[in-house]
């Protein structure tokens, strides 16, 4: 569906998105889709990742301005905050304030996959909770 304020990507089914390539100069491709440019987002950023068995992050990174969260999806990895090393796996969110040196890896025998979203590290006008509001239309299923 394509409407002006409504967007949609198909990112194809989690096992193949380490078909998806992300290069930075010199290092190698990573399996990553980054999707603000796709859906047109300007509050956000999110990036669809995979690493295979035993790939592992090749340097640790903070941000200057954005807060992250990463929701692992699938798989089994170690993640790498503040020189702190702690499990991750289906199911795990972790979130990182914009100074916290991150890193992470695949420790499992299949993909690790999983969902980062990024956003400017501010305070929400209002909670997510409240700012929705209920409208007087059916639902058209």
Request: contains cysteine.
């Amino acid at each position: 569906m394509e409407a002006e304020n409504v967007k949609t990507f198909e990112a194809g089914p989690q096992k193949h998105w380490s078909e998806h390539k992300f290069e930075i100069t010199g290092l190698p491709a990573k399996s990553k889709c980054f999707l603000k440019e796709q859906m047109g987002m300007i509050g956000m950023e999110v990036s669809l990742n995979s690493m295979l068995p035993g790939e592992t992050m090749p340097f640790v990174h903070r941000h200057r301005a954005n807060e992250e969260l990463y929701v692992f999806l699938d798989g089994d990895g170690e993640f790498q905050a503040d020189g702190q090393v702690f499990p991750v796996q289906s199911g795990t969110c972790v979130y990182c304030e914009p100074s916290v040196r991150r890193s992470w890896r695949n420790i499992g025998e299949n993909d690790l996959t999983f969902i980062v979203v990024q956003s400017p590290h501010r305070e929400m006008a209002t909670s997510q909770v409240f700012d929705g509001e209920v409208v007087d239309e059916p639902v058209q299923w």
